[in-house]
């Protein structure tokens, strides 16, 4: 998948998984239609979640007790599978 007009890349470097600040900047685009989303999602379920939640619904002012309860539901095995079938 070529998402800039550069052709010359580093191939390694572009599979390594981002932390989930960094993974945000470009999450939504395309980062979960590459296996690096794929396998930061899996690191950094709670992480990449709770941003997406902050960012996306900034009127939102849940607490901490309410994340956390939901974030169970991060640890089902199948989590990752509907969240990247989701977006692609």
């Given at each position: 998948m070529s998402v800039t007009g550069y052709l010359i890349t580093n191939l390694?470097?572009?599979?390594?998984?981002?932390?989930p600040m960094g993974a945000y900047s470009w999450w939504y685009q395309y980062y979960f239609a590459t296996e690096a989303?794929?396998?930061?999602?899996?690191?950094?379920r709670a992480g990449i979640s709770e941003i997406i939640w902050k960012y996306n619904?900034?009127?939102?002012?849940y607490s901490q007790a309410t994340f956390n309860q939901t974030a169970a539901a991060?640890?089902?095995?199948?989590?990752?599978?509907?969240?990247?079938?989701n977006y692609r």
């Open positions: 390694t470097a572009n599979k390594l998984v981002l932390p989303g794929v396998l930061g999602l899996t690191d950094y619904s900034p009127t939102w002012h991060f640890n089902n095995p199948d989590f990752v599978k509907i969240v990247i079938g």
